[in-house]
């Protein structure tokens, strides 16, 4: 589904029960998924990415993990392997994964990640063929989170940093409720944000949603005492 005139696409995963997140494809010259998510659930998605982005190996480079959590990032290796994309994420996530972040897939029953990280993102500009996205670390939620800000369209990709009336949790392994605040406060500080797309739930779309979200998410947190 195409959010609003963002070029910027979100799929969700069927009503399995299953924990899942929000898979976002970033249209264009040269496309890339963000999020792929679980393994056993991307035969869905990938239909639906289908439909509306007809999928030739060659217009997808990477595949982007905001964060190394399995409901997110399980898929990557498979894409891989069968469409030769680039894995792409934090050196601070992989170094975490390889460090006890990987426990979190054995908690939920999956094998952890194979694959390689053929990439590692940088805060900083990213430079693809036909556009510019900006990397943001937001740790808090896991050590090595980032953001995807695509500047020309407005669009901030958060992972689960924040939510529609919501934050990430910081109880897993390798949260830090100190860290969730200041990473929340960078990207509230980030001014070509009209629409907000976070890693479950709802797309916030426009700038006065994206505002109110704001001041809910940091009352939230100060109401958690986090703030
Ligand atoms: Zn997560």
Known sequence: MLIGQTGVYVYYPPPTGDVCSNCVVIGGREKIIIDPGLWHLWPFLEKNIQ??????????????????????????????????????MSREEKEFLDNGGEAIFRWM???PPTGTVG???EEGSWELADKVLNVYLTPGHSPGGVCIHY????TL???????????GRVD??????????RSVRRMAALPDVDTI??????SIVGRERVEKNYEIVFKLLEENGFA
């Not at 190394?68 to 792409?88: F, K, N, S």
């Not at 797309?197 to 709802?202: L, N, W």
């Open 157 to 167: 990709i958060v992972g689960d940093l924040i939510f529609a009336r919501g934050f």
């Open 109 to 111: 029953g999956l094998d």
């Open 51 to 88: 439909k509306e982005l007809p999928f030739e190996t060659r217009d997808f480079a990477y595949v982007v993990h905001t964060h190394c959590h399995p409901d997110h990032m399980d898929a990557g290796a498979y894409l891989e392997e069968r469409y030769g994309l680039v894995q792409a």
């Open 172 to 181: 897993l392994a390798g949260g830090d409720p100190s860290e969730l605040v």
């Open 119 to 121: 990439k590692y993102l």
């Open 197 to 202: 797309i976070p890693g479950h739930g709802p």
């Open 151 to 154: 500047p020309e369209k407005k």
